[in-house]
């Protein structure tokens, strides 16, 4: 098993510019979240995932936006990028009948 | 929605002595409460559970503790070692199924061991 990948591990954009983090588990894992880790901030929620086709806001859901389309993938999505998403952003996966989460490598986002 | 407030937000001790860390929640209905160590560029990592139904657990030099009246839980390390040198993290959820998973996560403590 691969758990949970995400890519790329690094990017710089320039503000304005769209992008889309890659976040994939090979654990038939139901629910899935994107966090974005600030110093000092802990880990806030941006968007989570049910089960494929549903997904709903979390803490910081502005300027993002998500689909579930399989089990498999969620990826996460910065329409027009702003200096404050200047983040690392770590995606996460749970089964239905376990409480642990499992989190992704993580991707650092710079947008300059 | 749940707050879970994490103290102290740095903490230092000599390599053998114990370090405690503390969180509180505000939602009653919370019922999951992990632990996450995470090492400078490296993914949070589970390290100890607690659920409502227990008040206490252990495994190894890492304990929790749980008050439920009081609405906070506690971290404890024993004999640490410079390599327990890492941000932890408390989060809280309602555990159950549905959205009810969602974990909210306290701010963080970086504990440095000094050898």
Excluded at chain 1, 56 to 84: C, H, I, K, M, W
Excluded at chain 2, 12 to 30: F, H, L, M, R, W
Aim: net charge neutral.
């Amino acid at each position: 098993n691969a758990g949970v990948t995400q890519t790329p591990k690094f990017q710089v954009l320039k503000t304005g510019q769209s992008m889309t983090l890659q976040c994939a588990q090979d654990m038939n894992h139901e629910y899935m979240s994107w966090y974005r880790q600030d110093p000092g901030m802990g880990l806030r929620l941006i968007h989570y995932s049910v089960g494929a086709g549903i997904t709903d806001q979390g803490e910081v859901p502005n300027g993002y936006n998500v689909s579930r389309s399989t089990t498999e993938d969620f990826p996460l999505r910065l329409l027009s990028a702003a200096p404050s998403q200047t983040s690392v952003y770590f995606c996460a996966s749970r089964g239905s009948l376990a409480y642990e989460q499992y989190f992704g490598p993580g991707t650092r986002l710079t947008v300059t | 929605g749940e707050n879970v407030e994490q103290h102290p937000s740095t903490l230092s001790v000599q390599e053998g002595d114990s370090a405690v860390i503390k969180c509180t929640y505000s939602d009653s209905a919370s019922n999951y409460f992990p632990w996450y160590k995470q090492e400078l560029g490296k993914r949070p990592q589970l390290i100890i559970d607690i659920r409502s139904n227990v008040g206490e657990k252990k495994d190894q030099r890492i304990a929790v503790t749980l008050n439920k009246t009081a609405k906070h839980f506690s971290l404890h390390i024993t004999e640490t070692q410079p390599e327990d040198s890492a941000v932890y993290f408390c989060a809280a959820s309602k555990g159950s199924g549905g959205s009810n998973y969602k974990l909210t996560f306290g701010k963080g403590t970086l504990l440095t061991v000094n050898p």
